[in-house]
């Protein structure tokens, strides 16, 4: 007599640990796009979508590295880098006409004031409407990269050297980084009023 097996094994990506099932189908029972924001080794990445039964339908996409574009030199994965791909996701949505969405971080970790949540605090910034706690976004200083500049005074010359030796090779002034910043939102909120 043949016995048959019970166990049902989970999909791939579940075992995989690349998507967790039950918090995707909760978030795409609403009907409204996502924004989903991911971290890579060198890039933060920003994505609106739309669900389609053969698989997500990316509606805009901002990605760190397009900051150059606006004077940004600095790194493109830290939480300034972040904020502004949070501000350049939410004009990219608005020219698709995407106001609303629901915030997206996957499988990633929720640390609050990280900076996938700077990215929040950008595209809400940009006019997009997202459900959020404010206990969760990073406070004005740290987006615009103050505590950089300030742990850069405090450390001595070697040590400085060696942790910011992009920023030296590429002749970025670490005291500066705020004013960059500044620089390069004002740079994206011009072009998104120019376009209007």
Known sequence: MGKKSMFEPKFKRRRSGATNYKKRLALLKSGTPRLVVRKTNCYIIAQVLNYAPEGDVVIAAANSSELGKVGWGFSKKNLCAAYLTGLLIAQKAKKKNVAEAIFDIGLQSNVHGGRVFAVLKGALDGGMKIAHEDVVLPSAERISGKHI?????????????????KCIEGKMPLGNISGSFESAKKKIIESEAEQK
Do not use: G, H, V
């Open 149 to 165: 500049e300030n742990y850069a005074k405090t450390i001595n010359a070697a040590e400085n050297k060696l942790q910011f030796s």
